[in-house]
Nanobody, 120 residues
Framework: QLQLVESGGGLVQPGESLRLSCTAN????????VAWFRQPPGKEREQLSC???????KYGDSLKGRFATTRDHAKNMVYLQMDSLKPEDTATYYC??????????????WGQGIQVTVSL
């Protein structure tokens, strides 16, 4: 069973940057589309981005260029670079994957989530 694992979360101050990482235990992510989601406290889950196996990306409209998703096949990693963080970016962040060569609407595999808190 593919297990996705997020890392890199934590507490940062407004305006700072953070990079989240997502990898799969025991599986290669090469053939998977991988997405990032977040869920702020008391709010619905929001999709932030998706990257296909060949590096094509899609982003949610709310990000306004502050976030970027990349992948490193050699390291079996997918990243979410988050810049100019704001308190409203505080949320639990999840990576999700599906074995498909485009960015789908739904995903089969999910990580446990990692907390990002933006506060003074």
């Amino acid at each position: 069973q593919l297990q996705l694992v997020e890392s890199g979360g934590g507490l940062v101050q407004p305006g700072e940057s953070l990079r989240l990482s997502c990898t799969a235990n025991g599986y290669f992510l090469d053939g998977f589309a991988v997405a990032w989601f977040r869920q702020p406290p008391g709010k619905e889950r929001e999709q932030l981005s998706c990257i296909t196996l060949n590096g094509r990306t899609k982003y949610g409209d709310s990000l306004k260029g502050r976030f970027a998703t990349t992948r490193d096949h050699a390291k079996n990693m997918v990243y979410l670079q988050m810049d100019s963080l704001k308190p409203e970016d505080t949320a639990t962040y999840y990576c999700a994957a599906r074995h498909i060569n485009y960015c789908p609407y739904d995903f089969d595999h999910w990580g446990q989530g990692i907390q990002v808190t933006v506060s003074l």
